[in-house]
């Protein structure tokens, strides 16, 4: 063979392998290339749901008194404190009454000043009647003229009011001493109730003044072994609430411990707060070791709701879309009022990475989980696989999952 024909054999046969390995390295790729999509699941089962409702509130008294001073003054003595037992009508404070007192000798004096005007006018009345008496009597005997006789009267008549304006002048001076013996006796602060100090804002020698308002000495809560919880629950939650249901709640002095209650009622007054509405369900607490203290925060749990053998799905399935879905596949659940299907959401099954949608309504939720009903023509059994999630090359930002829709069982900003 010539040496030219070789050179070229040659490099025919190396441009035949480097064809065949491109083909090989091409048909490798081909046959091992990772999905665009890969969808991770989780398992319809059946389960336990409760339909829970949360919130905060305050510990707080069951009653809670404010005790305050009626007149202004310095405090001479404070005979209760911080955490001391009270009973009603003790004395747990006092303050200086001499001011008081002083005041109370003067409304006798001008008592006894109107008493003894009383009497002097009554004598004077007394002696005008008989004056009159005696003219009369002389003008039947022409011994006195008519002119005498109406001036005896007319005086006779001026001491009758000069006893009335002097007995009016006497009951002044009464309710004046009534008054200051009632002023004298508000220096006494007197406890309302049986109860425990739970504050204290002054201290001896303070001056409290009561010009406008009375000022706030003490706070007495009648018994700590029988508390509330105040609750802030949202507009969204509170018409699943009634008075009678159950709560637990915890708080962050002791760790994992739970209380419970009882909601007593849920008062009608609405609170907003940077348009939040919330309600005030007032929850009944026993105490009797006495480990809750007023003013403590209470995170609070309510059952209104649970079944025990319901279908249920992860709560994630629920707000997940695929992401190659159109819009109006994952839209479905939002259609007119007039729309039987209307609270119908879509849930997307998946078998060997495929998925394929599934219209369920929802139930009950738990937070993680949540009740499912498939649509009439649907099937979704226990141990099949929904969607939660999406990974892959070919998820862009603009294609990742989104959440759509608002959870059952939420209350404002709340989700599964």
Do not use: C
């Amino acid at each position: 063979m010539p040496a030219w024909l070789r050179k070229r054999l040659g490099l025919i046969l190396a441009l035949i392998g480097a064809i065949a390995i491109a083909i090989g390295v091409w048909g490798w790729k081909t046959t091992h290339k990772e999905p665009d999509v890969v969808y991770k699941s989780a398992a319809v089962e059946k389960r336990r749901i409760q339909g829970r409702v949360t919130a905060s509130g305050t510990l707080s008294a069951l009653v809670t008194v404010q005790v305050g001073s009626q007149v202004s003054g310095r405090l001479q003595t404070i005979n209760v404190d911080f955490n001391s037992p009270v009973k009603k009508g003790q004395l747990i404070a006092k303050l200086d009454p001499q001011l008081f007192e002083a005041a109370v000798e003067q409304a006798q004096a001008n008592y006894a000043s109107a008493a003894a005007k009383v009497a002097s006018a009554k004598t004077e009345k007394t002696r005008a009647d008989r004056a009159y008496e005696r003219a009369k009597n002389l003008n039947k005997d022409n011994l006195m003229s008519q002119g005498d006789l109406e001036t005896a009267q007319a005086a006779a008549e001026s001491a009758k009011a000069d006893v009335d304006v002097a007995i009016a002048a006497l009951e002044q001076s009464r309710a004046s001493l009534n008054q200051a013996k009632v002023n004298l006796s508000y220096t006494n602060i007197i406890s309302p109730i049986d109860g425990i100090v739970i504050s204290r804002s002054v201290d001896v020698g303070q001056t409290v003044a009561a010009s406008l308002q009375a000022p706030v000495l003490f706070t007495i809560a009648e018994d700590l072994r029988k508390m509330q919880v105040d609750t802030n629950v949202s507009e969204g939650d509170v018409g699943r609430l009634q008075p009678g249901m159950k709560a637990t709640f915890t708080v962050d002095a002791y760790p994992g411990q739970r209380f419970r209650g009882v909601i007593d009622t849920i008062r009608n007054a609405a609170t907003t707060v940077q348009n939040v509405v919330t309600y005030d369900a007032v929850i009944k607490v026993a105490n009797d070791d006495l480990k809750l203290r007023p003013g403590m925060t209470a995170n609070v749990t309510i059952i209104y709701a649970e079944k025990d053998d319901a279908l249920a799905v992860q709560s994630a399935a629920l707000r997940f879309r695929p992401p190659n879905a159109p819009i109006d596949s994952a839209s479905k659940g939002r259609r007119s009022k007039d729309d039987p299907n209307v609270d119908m959401k879509p849930v997307w099954v998946v078998v060997n990475n495929t998925v394929s949608q599934v219209q369920v309504k929802v139930g009950m939720s738990d937070g993680a989980f949540t009740e499912v009903t498939p649509a009439e023509g649907q099937t979704l059994d226990p141990g099949m696989f929904v969607a939660v999630d999406a990974s892959g090359p070919g998820i862009s930002s603009a294609a990742a999952p989104t959440v759509t829709g608002q959870p059952p069982g939420g209350g404002r900003g709340r989700m599964f």
